[in-house]
Protein backbone atom coordinates (compact mmCIF):
# COMPACT_ATOMS: atom_id res chain seq x y z
CA UNK A 1 0.00 0.00 0.00
CA UNK A 2 1.60 3.09 -1.25
CA UNK A 3 1.64 6.67 1.29
CA UNK A 4 -0.98 9.30 -0.09
CA UNK A 5 0.36 12.49 -1.36
CA UNK A 6 -0.90 14.21 1.49
CA UNK A 7 1.21 12.18 3.48
CA UNK A 8 4.45 13.12 1.83
CA UNK A 9 6.88 15.74 3.34
CA UNK A 10 6.83 18.94 2.10
CA UNK A 11 9.36 19.74 -0.85
CA UNK A 12 13.16 21.28 0.20
CA UNK A 13 13.15 24.53 0.34
CA UNK A 14 16.20 26.86 0.01
CA UNK A 15 16.43 30.05 0.77
CA UNK A 16 18.32 32.03 -1.20
CA UNK A 17 22.06 33.76 0.53
CA UNK A 18 23.02 35.91 -2.23
CA UNK A 19 26.76 34.93 -2.30
CA UNK A 20 26.85 34.94 -6.36
CA UNK A 21 25.22 38.33 -5.97
CA UNK A 22 27.68 39.97 -3.74
CA UNK A 23 30.47 38.28 -5.53
CA UNK A 24 29.03 39.98 -8.94
CA UNK A 25 28.86 43.01 -7.68
CA UNK A 26 32.72 42.92 -5.65
CA UNK A 27 33.94 42.44 -8.77
CA UNK A 28 32.24 45.52 -10.49
CA UNK A 29 33.19 47.31 -7.27
CA UNK A 30 37.24 46.21 -7.93
CA UNK A 31 36.77 46.93 -11.51
CA UNK A 32 35.24 50.57 -11.33
CA UNK A 33 38.56 51.39 -8.58
CA UNK A 34 40.98 49.82 -11.24
CA UNK A 35 39.39 52.17 -14.16
CA UNK A 36 39.37 55.13 -11.89
CA UNK A 37 43.03 54.40 -11.24
CA UNK A 38 44.02 53.84 -14.97
CA UNK A 39 42.02 57.62 -15.45
CA UNK A 40 44.36 59.54 -13.07
CA UNK A 41 47.49 58.05 -14.95
CA UNK A 42 46.18 59.05 -18.41
CA UNK A 43 44.99 62.29 -17.57
CA UNK A 44 47.85 63.59 -15.26
CA UNK A 45 50.80 61.53 -16.89
CA UNK A 46 49.45 60.50 -20.67
CA UNK A 47 49.87 56.72 -19.56
CA UNK A 48 48.39 53.63 -17.67
CA UNK A 49 50.12 53.56 -14.12
CA UNK A 50 52.71 50.87 -14.45
CA UNK A 51 51.65 49.10 -11.09
CA UNK A 52 47.95 49.71 -12.18
CA UNK A 53 47.69 45.16 -12.42
CA UNK A 54 49.11 45.25 -8.79
CA UNK A 55 46.39 47.63 -7.38
CA UNK A 56 43.83 45.90 -8.95
CA UNK A 57 45.43 42.34 -7.73
CA UNK A 58 45.57 43.85 -4.57
CA UNK A 59 42.34 45.43 -4.12
CA UNK A 60 41.03 42.44 -5.86
CA UNK A 61 42.64 40.33 -3.06
CA UNK A 62 41.22 42.06 -0.09
CA UNK A 63 37.96 41.70 -2.00
CA UNK A 64 38.15 38.34 -2.63
CA UNK A 65 39.00 36.84 1.06
CA UNK A 66 36.33 39.41 2.73
CA UNK A 67 34.07 37.14 0.72
CA UNK A 68 35.36 34.12 1.71
CA UNK A 69 35.00 34.90 5.48
CA UNK A 70 31.42 36.32 4.80
CA UNK A 71 30.67 33.09 2.24
CA UNK A 72 31.67 30.78 4.97
CA UNK A 73 30.78 32.06 8.40
CA UNK A 74 27.49 34.86 7.67
CA UNK A 75 26.31 32.92 4.63
CA UNK A 76 22.88 34.90 5.03
CA UNK A 77 24.35 38.40 5.38
CA UNK A 78 23.42 41.60 3.36
CA UNK A 79 25.08 41.22 -0.33
CA UNK A 80 25.22 44.88 -0.30
CA UNK A 81 27.35 45.66 2.66
CA UNK A 82 30.90 44.45 1.30
CA UNK A 83 30.50 45.66 -2.30
CA UNK A 84 29.59 49.37 -1.40
CA UNK A 85 32.55 49.32 1.23
CA UNK A 86 34.95 48.17 -1.23
CA UNK A 87 33.52 50.23 -3.88
CA UNK A 88 34.24 53.60 -1.24
CA UNK A 89 37.59 52.64 -0.02
CA UNK A 90 38.41 52.13 -3.48
CA UNK A 91 37.35 55.27 -4.72
CA UNK A 92 39.09 57.02 -1.32
CA UNK A 93 42.60 55.16 -2.68
CA UNK A 94 42.14 56.52 -6.14
CA UNK A 95 41.77 60.09 -5.00
CA UNK A 96 44.55 60.04 -2.75
CA UNK A 97 46.91 58.90 -5.31
CA UNK A 98 45.15 61.08 -7.44
CA UNK A 99 46.58 64.27 -4.91
CA UNK A 100 49.51 62.52 -4.14
CA UNK A 101 50.80 63.20 -8.00
CA UNK A 102 50.27 67.18 -7.05
CA UNK A 103 52.34 66.73 -3.67
CA UNK A 104 55.09 64.36 -4.60
CA UNK A 105 56.82 64.71 -1.19
CA UNK A 106 54.09 63.72 0.97
CA UNK A 107 52.79 60.30 -0.93
CA UNK A 108 49.96 58.88 0.91
CA UNK A 109 48.04 56.24 -0.68
CA UNK A 110 50.64 53.47 -0.04
CA UNK A 111 50.17 54.07 3.61
CA UNK A 112 46.53 54.39 3.28
CA UNK A 113 46.08 51.04 1.15
CA UNK A 114 48.35 49.28 4.22
CA UNK A 115 45.72 50.64 6.89
CA UNK A 116 43.31 49.18 4.28
CA UNK A 117 44.85 45.88 4.80
CA UNK A 118 44.61 45.94 8.46
CA UNK A 119 40.65 47.14 8.44
CA UNK A 120 39.99 44.06 6.09
CA UNK A 121 41.64 42.10 8.42
CA UNK A 122 40.00 43.49 11.30
CA UNK A 123 36.58 42.82 9.31
CA UNK A 124 37.56 38.71 8.35
CA UNK A 125 38.14 38.69 12.15
CA UNK A 126 35.27 40.07 13.62
CA UNK A 127 33.27 37.89 11.06
CA UNK A 128 35.25 34.63 11.87
CA UNK A 129 35.04 35.10 15.46
CA UNK A 130 32.16 36.73 16.41
CA UNK A 131 29.31 33.97 15.52
CA UNK A 132 26.82 36.59 17.90
CA UNK A 133 26.51 39.64 18.05
CA UNK A 134 24.33 39.54 21.54
CA UNK A 135 28.06 38.50 23.30
CA UNK A 136 29.03 41.65 22.95
CA UNK A 137 26.25 42.85 25.09
CA UNK A 138 27.70 41.37 28.38
CA UNK A 139 30.74 43.43 28.39
CA UNK A 140 28.85 46.78 27.95
CA UNK A 141 30.47 48.86 30.91
CA UNK A 142 33.88 47.01 29.58
CA UNK A 143 33.20 48.95 26.63
CA UNK A 144 32.38 52.62 28.33
CA UNK A 145 35.62 51.84 30.51
CA UNK A 146 37.67 51.26 27.39
CA UNK A 147 36.47 53.87 25.58
CA UNK A 148 36.76 56.86 28.15
CA UNK A 149 40.57 55.83 28.83
CA UNK A 150 41.06 56.09 24.55
CA UNK A 151 39.46 59.40 24.78
CA UNK A 152 41.58 60.75 27.81
CA UNK A 153 45.07 59.95 26.69
CA UNK A 154 45.07 62.03 23.86
CA UNK A 155 45.29 64.86 26.49
CA UNK A 156 48.63 63.67 27.21
CA UNK A 157 50.00 64.33 23.96
CA UNK A 158 50.94 67.58 22.08
CA UNK A 159 48.07 68.98 19.47
CA UNK A 160 48.05 68.52 16.15
CA UNK A 161 46.07 71.14 13.72
CA UNK A 162 45.01 72.93 17.27
CA UNK A 163 43.23 69.46 18.56
CA UNK A 164 44.77 66.91 21.12
CA UNK A 165 42.72 63.76 19.14
CA UNK A 166 46.29 61.57 18.09
CA UNK A 167 48.41 59.50 19.91
CA UNK A 168 51.95 59.92 18.29
CA UNK A 169 54.67 57.47 19.11
CA UNK A 170 57.94 57.27 17.09
CA UNK A 171 56.66 57.16 13.41
CA UNK A 172 53.53 56.04 14.49
CA UNK A 173 50.11 57.51 14.99
CA UNK A 174 46.29 56.67 15.10
CA UNK A 175 43.76 58.41 16.52
CA UNK A 176 42.11 56.78 19.99
CA UNK A 177 38.69 57.86 19.25
CA UNK A 178 37.80 56.66 16.13
CA UNK A 179 37.69 53.20 18.52
CA UNK A 180 35.79 54.75 20.76
CA UNK A 181 32.77 55.75 19.29
CA UNK A 182 32.31 51.83 18.44
CA UNK A 183 32.47 50.61 22.41
CA UNK A 184 30.49 53.70 23.33
CA UNK A 185 27.25 52.49 20.55
CA UNK A 186 27.99 49.18 22.37
CA UNK A 187 27.62 50.38 25.51
CA UNK A 188 24.35 52.79 24.83
CA UNK A 189 22.74 50.09 22.70
CA UNK A 190 23.53 47.24 25.85
CA UNK A 191 22.15 49.96 28.86
CA UNK A 192 19.56 51.23 26.63
CA UNK A 193 17.87 47.99 25.82
CA UNK A 194 18.05 46.89 29.25
CA UNK A 195 16.29 50.07 30.69
CA UNK A 196 13.88 50.83 27.79
CA UNK A 197 10.35 50.46 29.67
CA UNK A 198 12.15 52.30 32.58
CA UNK A 199 12.85 55.12 30.45
CA UNK A 200 9.92 55.01 28.62
CA UNK A 201 6.70 54.77 31.56
CA UNK A 202 8.36 56.04 34.55
CA UNK A 203 9.37 59.17 36.25
CA UNK A 204 7.77 62.55 36.04
CA UNK A 205 5.43 63.58 33.71
CA UNK A 206 5.68 66.98 32.70
CA UNK A 207 2.88 69.18 30.34
CA UNK A 208 3.82 66.04 27.63
CA UNK A 209 6.62 65.13 28.34
CA UNK A 210 7.54 61.56 30.17
CA UNK A 211 10.71 62.26 32.38
CA UNK A 212 12.30 59.07 33.40
CA UNK A 213 13.73 58.96 37.06
CA UNK A 214 17.29 60.01 37.58
CA UNK A 215 18.52 56.04 38.80
CA UNK A 216 17.28 55.18 35.23
CA UNK A 217 18.74 57.87 33.16
CA UNK A 218 21.33 59.24 35.42
CA UNK A 219 23.99 56.66 34.35
CA UNK A 220 24.03 56.85 30.43
CA UNK A 221 23.85 60.55 30.76
CA UNK A 222 27.13 60.78 33.03
CA UNK A 223 28.78 58.76 30.64
CA UNK A 224 27.29 60.53 27.94
CA UNK A 225 28.60 64.29 29.46
CA UNK A 226 32.20 62.72 30.21
CA UNK A 227 32.87 61.70 26.91
CA UNK A 228 31.41 65.30 25.08
CA UNK A 229 33.49 67.28 27.95
CA UNK A 230 37.15 65.29 27.36
CA UNK A 231 36.30 65.69 23.19
CA UNK A 232 35.28 69.78 24.08
CA UNK A 233 39.24 70.00 26.14
CA UNK A 234 40.72 68.29 23.05
CA UNK A 235 38.52 69.99 20.42
CA UNK A 236 37.75 67.40 19.09
CA UNK A 237 33.96 69.04 18.30
CA UNK A 238 33.14 66.97 15.35
CA UNK A 239 33.47 63.58 17.64
CA UNK A 240 31.75 65.18 20.39
CA UNK A 241 28.92 66.23 18.22
CA UNK A 242 28.69 62.73 16.41
CA UNK A 243 28.67 61.39 20.14
CA UNK A 244 25.86 63.92 20.84
CA UNK A 245 23.82 62.67 17.67
CA UNK A 246 24.36 59.16 18.22
CA UNK A 247 22.81 59.48 22.03
CA UNK A 248 19.69 61.10 20.96
CA UNK A 249 19.57 58.96 18.27
CA UNK A 250 19.32 55.35 20.26
CA UNK A 251 17.35 57.58 23.10
CA UNK A 252 14.60 58.20 20.45
CA UNK A 253 14.80 54.74 19.23
CA UNK A 254 14.93 52.63 22.46
CA UNK A 255 11.72 55.05 23.70
CA UNK A 256 9.92 55.65 20.79
CA UNK A 257 9.29 59.43 22.09
CA UNK A 258 9.88 62.08 19.58
CA UNK A 259 10.22 64.49 22.54
CA UNK A 260 13.91 63.06 22.97
CA UNK A 261 14.56 64.53 19.40
CA UNK A 262 13.02 68.19 19.93
CA UNK A 263 14.72 68.18 23.73
CA UNK A 264 18.05 66.80 21.65
CA UNK A 265 17.90 69.66 18.73
CA UNK A 266 17.89 72.30 21.39
CA UNK A 267 20.46 71.19 23.57
CA UNK A 268 22.62 71.38 20.28
CA UNK A 269 21.71 74.82 19.09
CA UNK A 270 22.43 75.78 22.61
CA UNK A 271 25.65 74.48 23.09
CA UNK A 272 26.89 75.09 19.38
CA UNK A 273 26.43 78.61 20.19
CA UNK A 274 28.14 78.71 23.57
CA UNK A 275 30.88 76.74 22.28
CA UNK A 276 31.10 78.84 19.09
CA UNK A 277 30.92 81.88 21.12
CA UNK A 278 33.87 81.51 23.54
CA UNK A 279 35.91 78.92 22.27
CA UNK A 280 38.45 80.80 19.81
CA UNK A 281 39.44 77.54 17.56
CA UNK A 282 36.02 76.72 17.22
CA UNK A 283 34.45 80.72 16.72
CA UNK A 284 37.04 80.58 14.00
CA UNK A 285 35.73 78.22 12.11
CA UNK A 286 32.68 79.61 12.65
CA UNK A 287 33.78 83.40 11.33
CA UNK A 288 34.93 81.05 8.36
CA UNK A 289 31.72 79.76 7.58
CA UNK A 290 30.01 83.05 8.20
CA UNK A 291 31.81 84.76 5.36
CA UNK A 292 34.12 82.22 3.42
CA UNK A 293 35.89 85.04 1.30
CA UNK A 294 36.68 87.01 3.84
CA UNK A 295 40.37 86.40 3.43
CA UNK A 296 40.21 87.05 -0.27
CA UNK A 297 38.74 90.67 0.89
CA UNK A 298 41.75 91.04 3.41
CA UNK A 299 44.20 90.54 0.31
CA UNK A 300 45.16 87.36 1.95
CA UNK A 301 43.94 84.76 -0.75
CA UNK A 302 41.34 82.33 -0.31
CA UNK A 303 41.22 80.24 2.85
CA UNK A 304 40.49 76.21 2.90
CA UNK A 305 36.63 76.65 3.13
CA UNK A 306 36.91 79.00 -0.04
CA UNK A 307 39.10 77.21 -1.94
CA UNK A 308 36.55 73.88 -1.34
CA UNK A 309 33.42 76.28 -2.35
CA UNK A 310 35.97 77.06 -5.64
CA UNK A 311 36.18 73.32 -6.63
CA UNK A 312 32.54 72.32 -6.02
CA UNK A 313 32.17 75.03 -9.05
CA UNK A 314 34.68 74.49 -11.17
CA UNK A 315 33.54 70.64 -11.49
CA UNK A 316 30.07 71.49 -12.56
CA UNK A 317 27.44 68.82 -13.46
CA UNK A 318 30.27 66.93 -15.16
CA UNK A 319 33.29 67.32 -13.34
CA UNK A 320 36.50 68.11 -14.81
CA UNK A 321 37.38 64.39 -15.23
CA UNK A 322 40.05 62.38 -12.87
CA UNK A 323 43.41 63.70 -12.87
CA UNK A 324 42.39 67.39 -14.23
CA UNK A 325 41.41 69.13 -10.87
CA UNK A 326 43.03 71.51 -9.08
CA UNK A 327 41.56 71.09 -5.27
CA UNK A 328 45.37 70.48 -4.16
CA UNK A 329 45.14 73.99 -3.61
CA UNK A 330 43.14 73.33 -0.64
CA UNK A 331 46.42 72.72 1.07
CA UNK A 332 47.25 70.32 3.96
CA UNK A 333 43.91 68.70 4.08
CA UNK A 334 42.95 68.29 0.93
CA UNK A 335 43.60 64.46 1.45
CA UNK A 336 41.39 64.17 4.34
CA UNK A 337 38.89 66.66 5.66
CA UNK A 338 38.39 68.31 2.07
CA UNK A 339 38.74 64.97 0.23
CA UNK A 340 35.09 65.34 -0.74
CA UNK A 341 35.87 68.55 -2.78
CA UNK A 342 38.53 66.50 -5.05
CA UNK A 343 35.60 64.09 -5.87
CA UNK A 344 32.72 67.31 -6.50
CA UNK A 345 35.70 69.02 -8.99
CA UNK A 346 36.70 65.62 -11.00
CA UNK A 347 33.10 64.10 -10.83
CA UNK A 348 31.09 66.49 -10.64
CA UNK A 349 27.49 66.93 -8.99
CA UNK A 350 26.48 63.89 -10.79
CA UNK A 351 29.46 61.87 -9.32
CA UNK A 352 29.17 63.21 -5.91
CA UNK A 353 25.50 62.42 -6.10
CA UNK A 354 26.05 58.70 -6.77
CA UNK A 355 28.74 58.69 -3.66
CA UNK A 356 25.84 60.50 -1.75
CA UNK A 357 23.71 57.40 -2.66
CA UNK A 358 26.52 55.24 -1.87
CA UNK A 359 26.44 56.04 1.70
CA UNK A 360 22.48 56.61 1.91
CA UNK A 361 22.43 52.56 0.72
CA UNK A 362 25.10 51.57 3.13
CA UNK A 363 23.37 53.01 6.36
CA UNK A 364 19.67 52.47 4.84
CA UNK A 365 20.95 48.68 4.74
CA UNK A 366 22.14 49.06 8.36
CA UNK A 367 19.08 50.21 9.20
CA UNK A 368 17.17 47.36 7.72
CA UNK A 369 19.16 44.84 9.23
CA UNK A 370 18.24 46.13 12.48
CA UNK A 371 15.05 47.09 12.33
CA UNK A 372 14.72 42.69 11.31
CA UNK A 373 15.79 41.71 14.50
CA UNK A 374 13.88 40.93 17.33
CA UNK A 375 16.42 41.61 20.23
CA UNK A 376 16.34 45.09 21.17
CA UNK A 377 20.31 45.28 21.85
CA UNK A 378 20.69 44.19 18.14
CA UNK A 379 18.50 46.53 17.23
CA UNK A 380 19.67 49.29 18.59
CA UNK A 381 23.58 48.77 17.37
CA UNK A 382 22.90 48.23 14.13
CA UNK A 383 21.11 51.30 14.19
CA UNK A 384 23.79 53.21 16.05
CA UNK A 385 26.28 51.96 13.85
CA UNK A 386 24.85 52.85 10.74
CA UNK A 387 23.75 56.07 12.32
CA UNK A 388 27.66 56.60 13.34
CA UNK A 389 28.56 56.65 9.51
CA UNK A 390 25.79 58.37 8.74
CA UNK A 391 25.92 61.49 10.94
CA UNK A 392 29.61 61.58 9.79
CA UNK A 393 29.21 61.85 6.11
CA UNK A 394 26.29 64.81 6.67
CA UNK A 395 29.14 66.61 9.04
CA UNK A 396 31.97 65.93 6.76
CA UNK A 397 29.50 67.04 3.62
CA UNK A 398 28.22 70.04 5.41
CA UNK A 399 31.61 71.66 6.40
CA UNK A 400 33.51 71.16 3.47
CA UNK A 401 30.21 72.72 1.39
CA UNK A 402 29.43 75.49 3.77
CA UNK A 403 26.29 73.97 5.15
CA UNK A 404 27.64 74.35 8.37
CA UNK A 405 30.67 75.01 10.40
CA UNK A 406 33.58 72.76 9.49
CA UNK A 407 34.38 70.23 11.96
CA UNK A 408 37.62 68.18 11.62
CA UNK A 409 36.56 64.53 10.85
CA UNK A 410 37.48 61.87 8.20
CA UNK A 411 35.00 60.92 5.42
CA UNK A 412 34.13 57.14 5.66
CA UNK A 413 35.97 55.41 3.80
CA UNK A 414 37.34 58.28 1.39
CA UNK A 415 39.84 60.24 3.35
CA UNK A 416 43.18 59.44 4.76
CA UNK A 417 43.25 58.23 8.04
CA UNK A 418 44.30 55.06 9.10
CA UNK A 419 42.32 54.69 12.22
CA UNK A 420 39.02 56.10 10.13
CA UNK A 421 39.20 53.06 8.22
CA UNK A 422 39.87 50.22 10.10
CA UNK A 423 36.84 51.61 12.39
CA UNK A 424 34.63 51.64 9.41
CA UNK A 425 35.73 48.38 8.31
CA UNK A 426 34.92 47.15 11.88
CA UNK A 427 31.53 48.84 11.72
CA UNK A 428 30.32 46.93 8.34
CA UNK A 429 31.55 43.51 9.98
CA UNK A 430 29.54 44.42 12.75
CA UNK A 431 26.59 44.72 10.90
CA UNK A 432 27.35 42.17 8.15
CA UNK A 433 26.95 39.88 11.46
CA UNK A 434 23.39 41.84 12.72
CA UNK A 435 22.36 41.34 9.09
CA UNK A 436 23.41 37.44 8.91
CA UNK A 437 21.13 37.01 12.35
CA UNK A 438 18.43 38.77 10.73
CA UNK A 439 17.65 37.14 7.29
CA UNK A 440 18.93 33.61 8.98
CA UNK A 441 16.15 31.44 8.67
CA UNK A 442 14.77 29.99 11.96
CA UNK A 443 16.32 26.55 12.90
CA UNK A 444 12.41 24.92 12.28
CA UNK A 445 12.35 26.55 8.36
CA UNK A 446 15.49 24.64 7.88
CA UNK A 447 14.30 21.42 9.16
CA UNK A 448 10.80 21.65 7.27
CA UNK A 449 11.96 23.16 4.05
CA UNK A 450 9.00 25.72 5.01
CA UNK A 451 9.34 29.46 5.39
CA UNK A 452 7.41 30.24 8.73
CA UNK A 453 5.40 33.97 8.28
CA UNK A 454 7.32 36.57 9.04
CA UNK A 455 6.90 38.30 12.50
CA UNK A 456 5.01 41.65 13.07
CA UNK A 457 8.32 42.88 14.71
CA UNK A 458 10.46 42.27 12.02
CA UNK A 459 9.42 44.11 9.22
CA UNK A 460 11.05 44.41 5.48
CA UNK A 461 12.62 40.37 6.33
CA UNK A 462 10.49 39.11 4.09
CA UNK A 463 11.41 40.85 1.14
CA UNK A 464 15.24 40.49 2.23
CA UNK A 465 14.56 35.91 2.01
Known amino acids: ?44 DGAVPPDVAGYGGGLGLLALLAHLAVRLRAPYADPLLLPIAVLLNGLGLVLIYRLDLETPGERAATTQLIWSTIGVAFFIAVVAFLRDHRVLQRYAYLSVAAALVLMIVPIFFPAVNGAKIWIRIGGFSFQPG ?26 RK ?27 L ?42 GSFEPHVHSRVQDWLDPFASIDAGRGPGQLAQSLFAFAAGGMLGTGLGLGHSVLIGFAAKSDFILATAGEELGYTGLTAVFLLYALLVARGYRAGL ?94
Do not use: C
Not at 179 to 187: D, N
Not at 416 to 425: C, E, R
Open 178 to 203: EFAKILLAVFFAAYLAANSNALAYTG
Open 234 to 275: ERDLGTSLLFFGLFVILLYVATGRRGWIAVGLLLAAVGAFVV
Open 1 to 44: MTASTADAPPPELRLPRRRGVELSLLIGAVLISVYGYAAVGLAH
Open 372 to 465: ALRDAFGRLLAIGLASILALQVFVIAGGVTGLIPLTGMAMPFLAQGGSSVVTNWIIVALLIRVSDLARRPAPDDVETGVVAAVPAERPGAEGER
Open 206 to 232: IWRFQLPTGRVLGPIVAIWLISVGVLV
